[in-house]
């Protein structure tokens, strides 16, 4: 037992002792999750699929808090954003489950429905079991959502499937 003399920060530390003693079991769960479905896949797919993570418009600083649809409207084109990507692609000479983050910038169209990102700088591009435990954790909760993509993508028989639909 560790001695604090403080109450509030005996309490605190009381109240959450389970949790931070069991913090490197749980990532090593999720560590083993995530080569189990990165081997899995090796093993079965090997197909370059790609999922989008998380993401999307970050800043429209001509618009000021309007909607981002506004801003053509509003005469405020300049655009940005950052996005996450799982992708399961060829990396170093083998297949590998990664993670990919970009900035993108761009502007509205008036003629597109979407933004037209017309340039993108990578932050990060890696193998997901070397990122940082926050990512791996983040990245387990939308696994089963990427495998989802994976099975449509290489199923013969989904006549919906449409490889535009799963954006890197």
Known sequence: MVNINDPQLRESLERHRPVLENAEGRLDSVSADIKAVE?????????????EMSGGLTSC???DDQSPGMAVFLGGEYIEGEFEH????????????????????????????TPVWTDETEIEF???????????VRALR?????????????????????????PF
């Open 39 to 51: 081997q899995f896949l090796i093993e079965t797919v090997q197909e370059e699929v790609f999922y």
């Open 86 to 113: 799982l992708a399961f692609v060829r990396f170093k000479g083998g297949w590998r489950l990664t993670f990919r983050r970009t900035h993108s910038t761009g502007h509205f169209a008036m003629d597109y429905p």
């Open 61 to 63: 600083p001509e618009i």
């Open 126 to 136: 890696r193998p997901l079991i070397e990122t940082k435990a926050e990512v791996r």
């Open 142 to 166: 939308v696994l089963p959502k990427f495998l989802e993509a994976v099975a449509r993508q290489v199923s013969l028989d989904d006549d919906d499937y449409d490889a535009t639909v799963i």
